[in-house]
């Protein structure tokens, strides 16, 4: 077994469960996960986080946001001096907290097995706790707290378990354990010695009699071990064979659990209000598709093998294409529900506490009305490498596609808000015009490759003229860099996508410069500190929101791509990029898993796990192993 982690009991609830008075660190969890939903899990056995049915549905528990609120689903030993270790099941997303104490050991072991399309009445969230040596006590808590913890509940004891009633969504629990029902749920105590195991199994609907569902040893057991070849057999299919493949394993592992198998969608993470700042205001809801997110994931997908996954996403992209058709204004949006409908207007939950006193608590995202344009370069991106390493688009798809680059062609010189979604204005960000850059630039290359009918001469003309536009206003001669804006001098790591998009050449001296700017110190006036890249100075920016934030860590894993690109003409950044992707792989937890960001005590920050992060460390891991062996 690997990717392990160790903790003492504090004294403060099993396995030091609390964390400066709330929940444990957002690092301190796993996912486990049906392709429909994901649930945290921390190292102290509490499942302190699942939407359901699906990933934006509302939470069912939320004690990551809230301890008293939220609600949670806790197992765990009821007894003192036990320490805990939490790792996967080798290449699967099933997860096995264990617990050492001077009376036994005793093992949790969660999961969600993975039903196919049509059959959902079979999911299901399974616990199974067993004692593999001497004896042990436990205590299990399931306080389920619907609607954001918002909609009160009814518990009805049933034969095999309990219902926990609302509208429109009811659980049952099933268990052979008795159960004592309170008043925020069930809670049970009971004892197993070594061989003994007791299941505990979430289902959605209210059964009047669940003893059917009720699991025992053997049925808990042929499930685990289907849901394990599943996902074996899932992650056969990875074709990566290179330096650190188990890490990039886990990476692709975790990227399959952010996809929402009936429609293909991919979101950028499943939780909402984690925050980017300690105790701060940058909280938002990312349980949604952002069509740059899913892109870049598209990219990390086909790059590793998995083909299938990036042919169900151009399937998704195709529909909201052609739903998009014959409307006004922009011809998609940036972000969608998984479902492919709006994402819902931004509410701020005020009873909640947030996470480490985080407020405000978000759900849905005011940035879904925000106009970026970069989104349509990071598309076409994904579509031209899906028509060259997964399967040929077809024409119908060709002709929304084209559609979209005359709308770039038309508004690409608009000001927007970028990248990073910032509240504080539009400006004309460079990274936008690249991306629009991009976008045209692929278009072009898609119509010469397949003979696809295209205005040409208007799009070589578009190309051109961005190209041209961003020399002149993007780059800052007192700087030597390319700036975040046009007329703003302050630095952006996004620009360090340009030679990853083939726009520069990655040894070209206003590339080097550029980089060579980003790699100084923030004192300095640049963005990285000890390897890891802040996305942006959020003093100079102006984003529009207070507080500050932790290294980004998409952005670190550029700096690695960008250093290993320019290696062919400066041999020492090979490597420093090596060094510096060792470096951040240090910063994973316990399980290989990132959040979006890096705290300044290296503790994790935003919503996890995070794609952007995953999908950077596999498209770096891809580009600095390739070098390294034509090196060898």
């Not at 195709?318 to 972000?335: F, I, Q, S, T, Y």
């Amino acid at each position: 077994m690997t990717s392990t982690s160790e903790k003492p009991s504090s004294g403060k609830g099993p396995c030091g469960r609390m964390f400066n008075g709330e929940a444990v660190r957002i690092e301190d969890h796993g996912v486990i996960g049906d392709l429909r939903t994901v649930a945290l899990v921390g190292s102290d056995g509490t499942l302190d986080w699942l939407c359901f049915p699906n990933f934006d549905s509302p939470s069912v528990f939320a004690a990551i946001l809230d301890p008293e609120r939220g609600g949670h689903f806790r197992i765990a030993p009821d007894m003192e001096g036990v320490t805990c270790k939490q790792f996967y099941w080798p290449e699967t997303n099933v997860l096995v907290t264990r617990f050492y104490s001077p009376e036994g050991v005793g093992e949790l072991i969660d999961f969600m097995p993975v039903v196919d399309r049509g059959n959902e009445h079979a999911r299901e969230l399974v616990r199974r706790v067993r004692v593999v040596r001497g004896r042990m006590q436990f205590r299990m808590e399931c306080f389920p707290a619907f609607n954001y913890g918002r909609s009160p509940h009814t518990t009805r004891e049933v034969p095999g378990g309990v219902n926990f009633i609302t509208e429109p969504l009811s659980l049952t629990l099933a268990s052979k354990v008795a159960l004592e029902v309170g008043e925020r749920g069930v809670s049970a105590r009971f004892e197993l010695s070594e061989d003994q195991s007791a299941v505990f199994s979430l289902h959605e609907g209210a059964a009047k009699d669940c003893s059917r569902r009720a699991h025992g040893e053997h049925s808990s057991e042929a499930l685990f071990r289907k849901t394990v070849l599943w996902w074996r057999q899932w992650l056969s299919k990875c074709t990566y064979k290179g330096r650190w493949r188990e890490v990039v394993e886990r990476s692709a592992l975790a990227l399959k659990l952010l996809t929402f198998e009936p429609t293909g969608a991919i979101v950028a993470a499943p939780t909402c209000s984690l925050p980017e700042s300690p105790g701060g205001e940058r909280n938002w809801d990312y349980r949604y598709v952002w069509l740059r997110d899913a892109a870049f994931t598209v990219y990390a997908f086909l790059r590793v093998g998995f083909k299938e996954e990036a042919g169900a996403f151009m399937r998704w992209i195709e529909e909201r294409c052609a739903e998009h058709d014959g409307k006004e204004g922009a011809p998609l949006n940036l972000m969608y529900a998984i479902d492919g409908s709006n994402v819902p207007d931004e509410v701020d939950l005020e009873h909640f506490s947030g996470y480490g006193g985080a407020r405000p608590v978000r759900i849905g995202n005011a940035a879904a009305s925000q106009l970026q344009l970069d989104i349509y370069g990071e598309l076409m991106d994904s579509v031209y490498l899906y028509n060259k390493h997964g399967a040929p688009i077809s024409y119908d798809f060709w002709q929304h596609l084209r559609r979209m680059v005359d709308w770039v062609c038309d508004h690409w010189q608009q000001e927007d808000e970028g990248i990073w979604e910032v509240r504080g204005g539009r400006r004309h960000f460079v990274y936008s015009k690249l991306m629009c850059w991009v976008a045209v630039d692929r278009a072009i290359r898609l119509a010469d490759k397949r003979s696809f009918p295209a205005d040409r001469n208007r799009w070589l003309e578009v190309r051109d003229a961005i190209f041209e536009e961003i020399m002149e206003k993007g780059w800052c001669t007192d700087r030597r860099a390319f700036i975040q804006a046009y007329g703003h001098d302050a630095l952006d790591a996004a620009n360090l996508l340009m030679p990853l998009v083939f726009f520069l050449s990655p040894v070209d001296p206003r590339m080097l410069s550029t980089l060579e700017a980003m790699r100084r110190t923030p004192a300095g006036g640049g963005l990285v500190s000890d390897g890891l890249v802040f996305r942006y100075d959020v003093d100079a920016t102006l984003d529009g929101i207070s507080g500050s934030e932790g290294t980004f860590n998409l952005c670190s894993f550029w700096l690695v791509e960008a250093m290993t690109r320019a290696s062919v003409a400066r041999s020492d950044y090979l490597e420093e990029a090596r060094l510096t992707f060792e470096r951040m792989l240090g910063y994973a937890n316990h399980l290989g898993l990132y959040a979006e960001q890096t705290g300044l005590s290296g503790e994790a920050l935003g919503n996890f796990p995070q794609a952007l992060t995953h999908l950077s460390l596999i498209s770096a891991a891809y580009n600095l192993d390739r070098t390294l062996g034509q090196k060898d």
